[in-house]
């Protein structure tokens, strides 16, 4: 009793103490978020005290007028500096890409093969699932028969459940064909989700909130579905079997059909994209949440404190959730596109 | 009242491209709020009609469940689009 008086007496102090609220710099949450989620040419970690802990990433261009092959550090282009006539633009059409900047002044984008953060990131999540993979394989290999435990037992039970719930009982028949590339499909995704809510380096890249990594994929089942489509599917899809005025002066169904091959895998991408990218908004958003209300007195501070921590670690454990269920449905309407092509002609029964 | 006060305070010395901006900034706020309603009340269908299944034949509870997120993920994924559109106008 004795404490919780005197826990309520400094709370009551503290509000009072802080009514002067304190001059502290604008927070410019926008900025904070989209710096985290997007792409940038260093690795930013922290900054301690007033220098910031960065790991620059090498810049590759080529130029398109006439400058040539150009590799070097990004750290040479920090705070705005131009370097061979490169630099970071800062806003307008290019903003935070590198532009060369001719004599006059004018702005042009160079061939960009720089290795972004994203794309070290990429690299690592994929060594990471190789390395994993591999082992796995490896053990397997040198002792067929035995029983698994540990790492390999439970890369078991995730890869049969995959395989045995989803693949074999969507697919059906000649499932063996597609397993290798929707198994890979699943754990890339999955790997790459979860390193993305890993807020210290190595993770902490959200590669799959980067619409250009989710278009790939999309592309790749678009391309496994069209190669796996079978003659009966594209007849279908430009002379449906449906009523002759639906095809004939305006060929609506195959026009619907035609936007439907595309339209699947563009809701693919961006159902993953935004799931993931809207997820790591949230939590950069409660965490900054801290920040913003720091000019307010210690006392809203504490309480904004522990309300943002709890709430981010809720966020934290629904990314979790969120990352094995799109990584499954990314792979569940994969496995239903590729089956709904490879279907045969059915033959009508006459019924008398 | 008080905020139609605010509004023009906050807006009079803007021209008319940061006005609009900002006009787009608020209707891009309304538009994600409108897909939170549609995420909310699509899901919260497929939850109840979830849970009345698994009330009344208990036994097959866990495949129910599984179905039911997968739904949930899809009908997660159409209100996100208009999220990323909301995103892009901000």
Redesign the interface.
């Known amino acids: 009793m004795n404490q919780k008086i005197k826990i309520i007496a400094c709370m009551l102090l503290l509000i009072i103490a802080g009514n002067n609220p304190m001059q502290s710099q604008e927070v410019n949450a926008k900025k904070i978020i989209l710096s985290h989620i997007g792409d940038s040419y260093q690795w930013h970690i922290t900054k301690w005290g007033h220098t910031d802990i960065a790991i620059p990433l090498p810049v590759i261009l080529i130029s398109k007028t006439g400058g040539g092959f150009s590799i070097f550090m990004s750290s040479k282009l920090d705070e705005g500096e131009t370097y061979k006539n490169y630099k970071i633009a800062s806003d307008g059409k290019y903003s935070d890409k590198i532009v060369e900047v001719n004599a006059a002044g004018a702005e042009s984008r160079p061939l960009d093969f720089s290795l972004t953060k994203n794309a070290l990131a990429l690299l690592i999540n994929c060594t990471i699932l190789v390395l994993i993979i591999m082992y796995v394989a490896r053990w397997y290999k040198k002792q067929p028969l035995a029983a698994p435990k540990g790492l390999v037992g439970a890369m078991e039970i995730f890869i049969m459940d995959i395989h045995d719930s989803v693949i074999k009982n969507v697919i059906g028949k000649g499932y063996e064909k597609y397993a290798p590339y929707l198994l890979t499909a699943f754990f890339f995704i999955f790997v790459n989700n979860v390193m993305g809510i890993i807020p210290i380096f190595p993770g902490g890249a959200s590669t799959t909130g980067n619409i250009a990594v989710t278009v790939v994929l999309a592309l790749c089942t678009f391309f496994v579905v069209s190669i796996s489509g079978t003659k009966h599917y594209w007849i279908d899809k430009i002379w449906p079997d449906v009523p002759i005025w639906l095809k004939i002066p305006i060929p609506i169904f195959p026009i619907t059909e035609i936007f439907g091959i595309f339209s699947k895998p563009f809701a693919l991408m961006i159902r993953l994209f935004a799931n993931v990218m809207a997820g790591h908004a949230i939590i950069l958003t409660l965490t900054c949440l801290i920040f913003i209300t720091v000019a307010k007195g210690p006392a809203i501070n504490t309480g904004m404190t522990i309300l943002s921590v709890a709430m981010a670690i809720f966020m934290s454990l629904l990314e979790l959730l969120i990352a094995y269920i799109q990584a499954y449905v990314f792979t569940l309407l994969s496995a239903v596109f590729i089956t709904l092509a490879r279907e045969e002609k059915v033959k009508k029964v006459e019924v008398n | 009242m008080f905020l139609f006060t605010y509004l023009a305070d906050a807006t009079s010395n803007m021209d008319l491209g940061a006005l609009g901006k900002a006009i787009g900034s608020g209707l891009a706020a309304i538009g994600a709020g409108l897909a939170a309603i549609g995420a909310g009340l699509g899901i919260g269908n497929i939850g109840s009609s979830a849970l009345e299944a698994m009330a009344r034949q208990p036994a097959e509870a866990k495949e129910i469940q599984m179905n039911m997120?997968?739904v949930a993920?899809?009908v997660?994924?159409t209100a996100?689009?208009a999220?990323?559109i909301c995103?892009l106008v901000?």
């Open positions: 997120i997968i993920a899809l997660e994924g996100l689009f999220i990323v995103f901000l």
